[in-house]
Every structure is written in structure tokens, then in C-alpha cells.
């Protein structure tokens, strides 16, 4: 039995959402401040890894680079993309063990970090 897929409001607070999109529509992307001001890092674990598996598009237990670029967009259909050097940063930033995507533990480190 699938439990019906949770979105990002669900998790978080739609004007905490724009203000942290709003942050990043013109300047270039920064995962840790985007999390501190999205409400995030006062998430417990268990909550951030609930965010993880919403952006885990393809439900693989990893958001690959591909899944990366549309981050913002997971968290509201007004995200802009990441341009292909954000997404670099953003994966190079959270992949601590090097194989190319980022894991809920990765994700969840990251957020806390």
C-alpha cells in the first residue's frame, strides 16, 4: 500500500517557501543559506528526510544531478532552474562520499550542517 505522496507545504510554510525562492530568483544559489531561511535547519531529522523524499523525484533514495537541477522547483512550481555550475556546487557540497548523487543521510547532514 503507497501512502499518498506529501508535497512541500505539507512540510513547510508556503511563505517561508517564496521568501527563500525570493532570496535566490537573481543571485546564485547557496543550499545552506536557502535552507536556513526556508526553516530547515530547525527541522528534526526525520522531518528533513521527509523534504528529501519529495525531491526525490524518481523515488531512487538518491537525487541525482539530474533531480538537482529542478531543486527549487520541488519546492514550489515558481523555483527557477539551477544553472548547471549551482547544481555542480550544490552536489559537490552534499555528496561526501563521492559517487555522483546525494543520499537522505547526505541531504539530511547537509541541511544540519
Known sequence: MCAERMTMTDLLKAEEIKKAL???????????RFFEIIGMRAMSAEDVKKVFRVLDVDGSGFIEEEELKF???GFSEEGRDLTDAETSAFLKAADKDGDGKIGMDEFEVMVHE
Not at 525570493?22 to 545552506?32: I, N, S, V, Y
Open 71 to 73: 531543486v527549487l522547483k
Open 22 to 32: 525570493d532570496a535566490f530568483a537573481a543571485e546564485t544559489f547557496d543550499p545552506k
